[in-house]
């Protein structure tokens, strides 16, 4: 019986990238991926024509599904498709394809070899990542942050570009309470710290989206303190 994968594309007022970025991923898994496969684009409250766009998309391409939250947050969007769903492997990557879509094979291959969560990341001795100084500064400064914190060996928690396993939707996806960008790292601690689960990380290519929704200083300050909560919690 075939394995079955779900990539979730979480998007938040993204028209005008919003067709292209899901037709190139949908030539690609129907092209390169042998298991079944759905992309399923999580809507998050948008305001301008994201969710008409959506509909047409999933009206005229199989297995692309549309659906729509009425909460902004991508860890919003990816607990509620990854609870709703059955599947082998439950992915995720940003609609801006940062990091380009021939990863994906690798992304999926991981998990359906045993590993419970599988990551790019931008920081391998194999990665090749272009951003602007000030934002690789701070990307830097919040990894050693969380090395800092749990003493992880993780690179790179908060790249756009994940797949996780059914044990980890069961058991992990329960306990987080973030439902913005936080909910990745939360992901990560919560399975390395408290889980003990096997987690691999994969190098990639990675190019910044200068037109990034993220409000970045505002950002580190709510990941201090939701750092700061998490160890209080698992301790």
């Not at 949908?26 to 959506?54: Q, V």
């Not at 690798?106 to 951003?131: H, Q, T």
């Not at 942050?145 to 044990?167: E, N, V």
Request: net charge positive.
């Amino acid at each position: 019986m075939k394995k079955k994968i779900i990539l979730v594309i979480p998007v938040y007022n993204e028209e005008k990238i919003l067709e292209n970025s899901i037709k190139k991923l949908y030539f690609y898994m129907n092209k390169n991926i042998k298991e079944k496969w759905k992309i399923i684009i999580a809507n998050n409250a948008s305001i301008d024509k994201t969710k008409e766009i959506a509909n047409k998309l999933s009206q005229k391409l199989h297995f692309v599904e549309a659906i729509h939250l009425k909460k902004k947050g991508r860890g919003n969007a990816l607990k509620y498709v990854w609870s709703h769903y059955k599947a082998d492997v439950y992915s995720y990557c940003d609609v801006d394809l940062a990091t380009p879509i021939f990863h994906l094979k690798e992304l999926f291959k991981n998990i359906l070899n045993g590993n419970n969560i599988v990551i790019g990341s931008r920081y391998l001795n194999n990665s090749n990542s272009k951003r602007t100084i000030k934002r690789l500064i701070l990307s830097k400064g919040y990894i050693y942050l969380i090395k800092l914190f749990f003493k992880t060996r993780l690179s790179d928690c908060q790249c756009g570009f994940k797949a996780i396993d059914k044990k980890v939707v069961n058991k992990i996806l329960p306990e987080i309470n973030n439902k913005e960008w936080f909910f990745d790292t939360e992901l990560l601690i919560l399975a390395e710290q408290s889980h003990r689960y096997k987690i691999k990380e994969i190098p990639i290519n990675w190019t910044e989206n200068k037109d990034t929704k993220v409000k970045i200083l505002k950002t580190v300050f709510n990941y201090i303190n939701n750092l700061i909560k998490i160890k209080n919690r698992i301790n």
